[in-house]
Nanobody, 126 residues
Framework: QVQLVESGGGLVQAGGSLRLSCAAS????????MGWFRQAPLKEREFVTA????????DYADSVKGRFTISRDNAKNTVYLELNSLIPEDTAVYYC???????????????????WGQGTQVTVSS
């Protein structure tokens, strides 16, 4: 069992930056691939990025590539998401999630993640 708690969301102007954190407790953190997903009103939850247990492999959705950066600190049981050059379309609730295994496109499917945080709101004003 893994418990995940996100923090760091807020209101920011377009072009601004935010840093989200997701603190984990429970089983050894380093065994889990960690993902970030987001869900805007009236839209489906979508994949943003994922990072392997060691931190050596990452994957990004095209819409955020070059603007967002995922990282993790296994000693602190925490995964981070740096959001830069934010645009209004980035407005959503951002969720972190955990699963075992990084290989394959399933890391982009929210249904393949076993544990979820409660989400943190990111609002980008124009």
């Amino acid at each position: 069992q893994v418990q995940l708690v996100e923090s760091g969301g807020g209101l920011v102007q377009a072009g601004g930056s935010l840093r989200l954190s997701c603190a984990a407790s429970g089983r050894p953190f380093s065994v889990y691939t960690m993902g970030w997903f987001r869900q805007a009103p009236l839209k489906e939850r979508e994949f943003v990025t994922a990072i392997s247990g060691s931190g050596g492999s990452t994957d990004y959705a095209d819409s955020v590539k070059g603007r967002f950066t995922i990282s993790r600190d296994n000693a602190k049981n925490t995964v981070y998401l740096e959001l830069n050059s934010l645009i209004p379309e980035d407005t959503a609730v951002y969720y972190c999630a955990a699963r075992l295994g990084f290989a394959g496109t399933s890391r982009r499917r929210f249904s393949d993640y076993n544990y979820w945080g409660q989400g943190t709101q990111v609002t980008v004003s124009s």
